[in-house]
């Protein structure tokens, strides 16, 4: 955050627009901290500085400093100063865009207004999930069990990928096209023959940085086979180059998981509270909206596993000529999986 407000030379009124909506930003979350620094009364010690009339006070700094993660005590000193420095930059940059009045431009006034809708909307979701219950000693045990590809039985996979753009329509052949391949080469010969565009890339990925609703599903492959998976443009293939073991045991996963469930039981609380205030709102869609919201209603009633039956539907297993039906996880475990950052900050990876 405190690079965020390095002064930067640069002219126009788009800079100036930007940097003031910034600006408030800040401002904003800082008023909702309790940290009005519009107060005549406050006394001397709280003002680290003046910039003209106007002061820049501790609880600003205290506010910024706080959002510096992993920041050691010793560093608070010469954190606070660089601190007070950007905050006499951003409050040099602010006094002049009001002379100029950007603060009316409409541009800024729309960005100001959603930053403040979205401040007050987060907070009220934090809010609405303090009840959340931390999960028991059984809960965290029963989760690392429940998900071994994750933990006691975790790789690290290399993969051979490629995308492949296509319509829908498509994709049932190059399915079978995959099915008979006998080796990746000869499903990249047949798109090349007909046209197809598509990239090629490597990568090294641990398990928790897969899809993890497919995650069992690599989980199983032998090397040589491969995936075929829908994507937004048309097909990702996946071949299974080889992989290591790499377990994580339950002490090492114990603080990842009891963040990532007591998050999902955050999760679900915000999810109720947030059927309930739509229930009881009175919600009107109108022109284009409203015949959209009409022609929405039917498939919101489709139950959820029908996205993760498609892409059962549509994926593969290749190994030389012969080919099978890829086992894909359930919709529900994508849910109940724990996210890839989570997992990896706390193990401890980078």
Not at 49 to 63: L, R
Not at 123 to 144: R, S
Request: charged share 25%; aromatic share 6%; net charge positive.
């Amino acid at each position: 955050m405190i690079s965020s407000f390095q002064s930067r030379r640069v002219s126009g009124a788009g800079w100036w627009a930007g940097r003031l909506a910034v600006v408030a930003v800040m401002g904003m979350a800082v008023a909702l901290a309790g940290c009005d620094d519009k107060k005549k009364d406050k006394v001397a010690s709280q003002t680290a500085a003046k910039v003209n009339k106007e002061e820049i006070t501790v609880h600003q700094i205290n506010f910024v400093l706080q959002q510096q993660r992993g920041l050691k005590p010793e560093q608070a000193d010469a954190a606070s100063r660089q601190i007070l420095e950007r905050l006499i930059d951003q409050e040099v940059v602010l006094q002049k865009a009001e002379d100029q009045r950007l603060d009316r431009d409409p541009r800024v006034v729309q960005q100001v207004e959603a930053a403040r809708r979205e401040i007050i909307a987060r907070a009220y979701a934090e809010k609405a999930g303090e009840p959340a219950a931390k999960p028991t000693a059984e809960e965290v045990k029963k989760y690392y069990e429940d998900n071994p590809a994750l933990f006691s039985a975790r790789r690290v996979y290399s993969l051979q990928e490629l995308s492949v753009e296509a319509a829908p329509e498509q994709l049932p052949v190059l399915r079978e096209q995959l099915r008979a391949a006998k080796s990746l080469s000869d499903f990249i010969e047949y798109l090349k023959a007909n046209n197809f565009r598509f990239s090629g890339n490597q990568s090294v990925r641990a398990a928790e940085q897969l899809p993890l609703n497919l995650l069992n599903t690599y989980a199983k492959l032998n090397t040589g086979q491969a995936l075929l998976l829908p994507s937004a443009n048309g097909a990702q293939v996946v071949v299974m180059a080889g992989s290591r073991s790499e377990p994580v045991d339950e002490t090492r996963a114990k603080p990842a998981i009891e963040q990532f469930l007591l998050n999902d039981a955050r999760r679900k609380l915000l999810e109720a509270d947030m059927k309930s205030l739509r229930a009881a709102a009175k919600i009107q869609y109108v022109g284009k909206f409203a015949e959209a919201a009409a022609s929405a209603a039917p498939a919101a009633s489709t139950p959820a596993a029908s996205s993760a039956s498609a892409a059962s539907a549509a994926s593969a297993v290749v190994s030389g000529a012969s080919m099978a039906a890829a086992p894909v996880a359930s919709a529900a475990a994508s849910t109940a999986a724990l996210d890839a950052s989570s997992i990896r900050s706390g193990l401890g990876f980078k």
